[in-house]
């Protein structure tokens, strides 16, 4: 093959490739932008996490039910529903008690999880 039809192929690969990058990013936020893409109205896990972290929090940090993380934090379970839906944010010291639970608890915490997902091995990493 001439160096050219290798360059054209390679060039189309790329292109397909940023093709599916924009595909999967435009699957999210329609996951996201769709007020009930489920048929109980929920939105998916994986949209909830990546949109709304302090759902990832509870789920891969604690791994409780929102009862015991608005214990955890100092509010009520309602409040921690807003959160994870992204109706409300915690406050500095809601968050500042959800952090300290993290160090009672033996869990390596970091500040970006309030603004990004957890990784889903964060409680592993206490254990």
Known sequence: MSAEIISTIAEAGALALIAFALWC???RL??????????DGRRPAIATA?????SS???NVFGG??????QIAGV?????SRWERGELEPSREEMARIR????????AWDDRW???????????VAS
């Open 30 to 39: 329609r996951a996201l932008e769709t007020p009930s893409s489920k048929p």
């Open 76 to 80: 009520t379970q309602a409040t921690v």
């Open 25 to 27: 990013l435009h699957q």
């Open 100 to 107: 300290s639970a993290a160090h009672e608890r033996g869990i």
């Open 57 to 59: 929090i509870r789920r």
């Open 50 to 54: 990546v949109a709304f972290p302090m």
């Open 114 to 124: 309030f603004f990004e997902p957890a990784p889903a091995a964060a409680q592993a």
């Open 65 to 70: 039910t929102q009862s015991a993380f608005a």
